[in-house]
């Protein structure tokens, strides 16, 4: 499923982004997630969700600042990034899980990756 992200920007600290991920493809009903990866650090995973939305994860790092949601309707997953910090500073990328919730947190249970956005925030 080819993915594209948008959404990324320059913004200040304590700033706030939304990137959206698309495809012209059904996403099926496999769990969508957010990675990240800043220079020189391996990618991180930032959030996951079901395809009913009634189950998300997150980060700790991210946890309580950041809001996944999905469109299913659009093929479309949004990541809602509040209260942004200099370290929250990435390329973020989505992907689509073909592990389920036993291995989320892991880029390896990811099948379909889209290009990435950058994201970065100034201090």
């Known amino acids: 499923v080819p993915l594209a992200e948008s959404g990324g920007g320059l913004v200040q600290a304590g700033g706030s982004l939304r990137l959206s991920c698309t495809s012209d493809?059904?996403?099926?009903?496999?769990?969508m997630g957010w990675f990240r990866q800043a220079p020189g650090k391996e990618r991180e995973f930032t959030a996951a969700?079901?395809?009913?939305?009634?189950?998300?994860k997150y980060a700790d790092s991210v946890d309580g600042r950041f809001h996944i949601s999905r469109d299913n309707a659009r093929n479309t997953v949004y990541l809602q990034m509040n209260n942004l910090k200099p370290e929250d500073t990435a390329l973020y990328y989505c992907?689509?899980?073909?592990?389920?919730?036993?291995?989320?947190?892991?880029?390896?249970?990811?099948?379909?990756w889209g290009p990435g956005t950058q994201v970065t925030v100034s201090s």
């Open positions: 969700i079901d395809y009913s939305g009634g189950t998300t």
């Open positions: 992907a689509r899980n073909v592990g389920g919730w036993a291995g989320f947190a892991r880029h390896s249970t990811y099948d379909s």
């Open positions: 493809k059904f996403f099926g009903s496999n769990i």
